[in-house]
């Protein structure tokens, strides 16, 4: 797959669709690969008329690794201090201006998922002059009062990291079923084979912590989308039990005149059964933009 390479990074990506179309670029979320925005979608996006980029972010997949850092302090993060965060969602953010300038793209339409919501907001708040239209799905603002996950989920991202491929795959499978959808039908075969394939792609656990840092330490995004001009869906699951329904509320709430889509029965994932309606309210927005 190719790669655009500045300053000491180096970002994979891939495209489906026709280059001579407006741009979808897709943001993923913590310690996920692009690869988890499933080609399928992409397919669906570029059928409306689309060229779509997805990319692996910085420190996961195929993208440069940040290992020569030391691990973040999470005892110091959760009491205020956010110093030992290797970087900050702004950074990432500003890693999207990196990749659009080694495409010679412009403006995009941009969609983030999870923590890539994050940076996907953080991005138009920094550089609103590359955005066309912005979706945020399963996502939240940076308020802390706001957008958390059950106690449950919280308590996973302390559990040792399993030794084998094995291990590996049996407990990213079983945290998986904390955060699926329960109004949607589940193939456990195909669970398991994305999550094996995804382990043999890139497999980097450590970078999943700095992920996690960088959300923790970067600041509240309220006051910065309130600022937001272009025109924005929020896309959240009523049943999202790792990013609360309250994030995504939170979010269309700031944001001017954004659109906002509660799906009944959806939790912190994209079931086959609402792509449809993630499609058109993406394609939808894009009509809106200028």
């Not at 993060?77 to 793209?105: E, F, Q, R, T, W």
Request: charged letters at 20%; one cysteine or more; proline letters at 7%.
């Amino acid at each position: 797959m190719p790669r655009v390479k500045f300053q000491d990074l180096e970002v994979e990506y891939d495209t489906f669709g026709d280059p001579a179309d407006p741009v979808l670029l897709l943001v993923m979320g913590l310690g996920a690969q692009m690869t988890n925005w499933d080609a399928r979608l992409c397919e669906l996006f570029a059928a409306q008329g689309f060229h779509v980029v997805r990319f692996d972010n910085r420190d996961i997949g195929l993208s440069t690794e940040f290992s020569h850092l030391p691990l973040p302090d999470f005892a110091a993060l959760a009491a205020g201090d956010p110093s030992s965060a290797p970087y900050l969602l702004s950074d990432m953010a500003d890693d999207i201006v990196g990749l659009l300038d080694g495409l010679g793209i412009e403006r995009v339409h941009l969609v983030g998922a999870s923590m890539g919501g994050m940076i996907a907001q953080q991005f138009v708040v920094d550089h609103p002059e590359r955005v066309l239209s912005l979706c945020s799905i399963m996502s939240t603002t940076g308020d802390k009062t706001v957008g958390q996950g059950s106690p449950e989920i919280v308590a996973t991202f302390g559990q040792p990291t399993a030794s084998t491929r094995e291990a590996t795959i049996e407990q990213r499978v079983v945290s998986s079923r904390l955060t699926r959808s329960p109004g949607f039908p589940v193939d456990e075969d195909a669970v398991r084979e994305r999550i094996a394939a995804a382990y043999d792609r890139s497999n980097r656990p450590a970078s999943t912590l700095r992920h996690l840092a960088a959300v923790i330490a970067s600041p509240d995004r309220t006051p910065g989308l309130r600022e937001v001009t272009v025109p924005t869906v929020v896309i959240h699951g009523a049943d999202d039990p790792l990013v609360d329904k309250s994030g995504g509320e939170a979010t269309a709430a700031a944001i001017p005149d954004a659109e906002l889509i509660i799906i009944d029965g959806m939790a912190h994932d994209l079931p086959l059964e609402v792509w449809p309606t993630v499609v058109e309210a993406v394609a939808a927005n894009a009509k809106r933009a200028r």
